[in-house]
């Protein structure tokens, strides 16, 4: 028979024992830690892994295209062709050009529809794209003249406004007038260097009536895109040492 003081004594043994216990919780304590940073730690490396995934999907310089005028806004007109529709048909085939060379493209308007300047700079602003392109065809009161120019406003749009007529000069096998400083709405606006490319003379006859410029100066406009784009590339994103 265990006499009473005896098991008192085993009880208080035994209470009297947290060590072992308190030592086991902070060890399953640290435990529960090292886990709960590890897995931080191992989301953090997976999150980043997509992150650059993304940044890598995504096309790294945009344009804004802005095809001029549209809707009860004809712009320009020569017989029966209209600025507005002309300057349509070229962004499209630019658009289509870009996107094949893997650039971002956002266009201001892809049918005959009105839109004001405010309209066009807020959209392409909030696209935030690299440039912005507004398409125009240029016009005189008689048919004589007819040369390739671009019009700009801030000092960062004129590399722009030069590599953009000098190429659709260039393809268009036109003369080439040095761009010219314009207070227009948009460019004035716009976040981003941005310039009116005017690549012939919609008013000159013979320019009316010649086979399909609006291939060539897509064309025109693509190379003087490409080439600014080329030259203004941004660096790799450096590889974080952390992943
Ligand atoms: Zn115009």
């Known amino acids: 028979m265990r006499p009473r003081q005896s098991r008192y004594a085993r009880k208080q043994l035994y209470e009297t024992r947290p060590k072992p216990k308190s030592v086991r919780r902070l060890v399953k304590f640290g435990l529960l830690i090292f886990m709960a940073l590890l897995l931080t730690k191992l989301s953090l490396m997976h999150s980043t892994g997509h ?5 890598k999907a995504l096309p ?7 095809p001029g005028h549209g809707g009860n806004d004809p712009g320009a007109q020569n017989g029966n062709l209209t600025e507005a529709s002309v300057n349509l048909a070229v962004a499209k085939k630019v658009s289509s050009a870009l996107l094949a060379k893997g650039y971002g493209v956002y ?24 440039i912005l392109v507004s398409i125009h065809q240029n016009s005189y009161t008689d048919s004589g003249p007819d040369y390739s120019t ?12 030069n590599t953009l007529a000098n190429a659709a000069g260039a393809e268009l096998a036109l003369p ?9 709405g948009m460019l004035m606006r716009a976040k981003m260097p941005s310039i009116i490319i005017e690549s012939l003379f919609i008013s000159n006859d013979a320019e009316a009536n010649a086979g ?10 693509v190379n003087g895109i490409s080439t600014y784009l080329q030259a203004h590339k941004p660096a790799q994103p450096v590889k974080s040492s952390k992943s």
């Open 212 to 221: 399909d410029r609006v291939s060539q100066q897509a064309q025109g406009i």
């Open 150 to 161: 671009a019009l700009q406003y801030k000092p960062e749009d004129e590399e722009l406004a």
């Open 51 to 55: 992150a650059d995934a993304a940044i």
């Open 60 to 66: 790294l310089q945009s344009v804004c295209l802005d």
């Open 107 to 130: 266009t201001t308007r892809t049918t005959d529809k009105t839109l004001d300047n405010a309209n066009r700079v807020n959209f392409c602003n909030a696209k935030r794209t690299t």
């Open 176 to 184: 080439i007038t040095p761009p010219m400083q314009f207070e227009d």
